[in-house]
């Protein structure tokens, strides 16, 4: 009767499991990033993160921009290059960087398996000295990204991640030291994981099931 009871509520752990891990994906509730640069570090227009809601100024080059989401996740997808969609006051759908690689945090409601990260950026080949992205940097891996053939706007992937927590960092790295790197959009494809607190009660269930099965049959193994 005991091992029964055991057995029964193993299954109902790893029910409840299976349900946690099949979570539908999951998005971040607010994103950190170091505002785009304008005519302040030498460009022709403003290319800032205008539609971020959190805090920092939207209108200060590099300003240090945290608790919003803005350009990089409104999904809004620039399909032409810079230089036809940007303007001076600083509504277009790019943050561009100058000679620079922004870090980003992403953060989420709960602890989340992130698989994988897409940057939907410019490869104007050289375009008013902006390229494509070189590469990715997470958790001290860097991932570089091919210069896509032509210069239309290009999805850059990494995929195949696995990584838990609430808080993702990571740095866009930029492919020329003299490089522009414009993004207009940042996907993540992540899913919920179990709670802690649930898993440890489950666990505590189970542990307690088991102690009292021993105490009544004290010829049990173990
Ligand atoms: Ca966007
Ligand atoms: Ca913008
Ligand atoms: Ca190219």
Redesign the pocket.
């Known amino acids: 009767m005991a091992i029964r009871s055991i057995v029964l509520a193993t299954g109902a752990v790893l029910a409840l499991a299976t349900v946690s891990v099949q979570a539908a994906t999951v998005l971040p509730v607010s994103y950190d990033t170091p505002n785009?640069d304008g005519r302040a570090h030498g460009g022709s227009y403003n290319?800032?993160?205008?539609?971020y809601d959190g805090n920092g100024s939207t209108t200060t080059d590099r300003a240090a921009l945290t608790g919003g989401l803005g350009?990089l996740t409104d999904g809004v997808i620039a399909t032409q290059n810079w230089n036809q969609v940007?303007n001076s006051s600083?509504?277009?759908?790019?943050?561009g960087w100058r000679e620079m690689d922004p870090t980003l945090t992403f953060h989420y409601n709960q602890t989340v398996h992130l698989t994988s990260i897409t940057l939907y950026a410019d490869d104007a080949d050289g375009l008013g000295a902006v390229y494509a992205p070189g590469g990715l940097t997470l958790n001290g891996t860097t991932y570089s990204f091919a210069d896509p053939l032509g210069l239309a706007p290009n999805t850059f992937t990494v995929s195949g991640l696995d990584v838990t927590a609430q808080d993702f960092t990571f740095t866009i790295n930029r492919r020329f030291p003299a490089s522009w790197t414009f993004v207009s959009e940042i996907t993540t494809t992540a899913a919920a994981v179990p709670e802690p607190s649930t898993t440890a009660l489950a666990l505590l269930g189970l542990t307690s099931l088991g102690l009292g099965y021993r105490k009544r049959n004290p010829k049990a193994p173990g």
Do not use: M, Q, R
């Open positions: 785009g290319y800032w993160d205008l539609a350009d940007e600083g509504t277009g759908p790019y943050v």
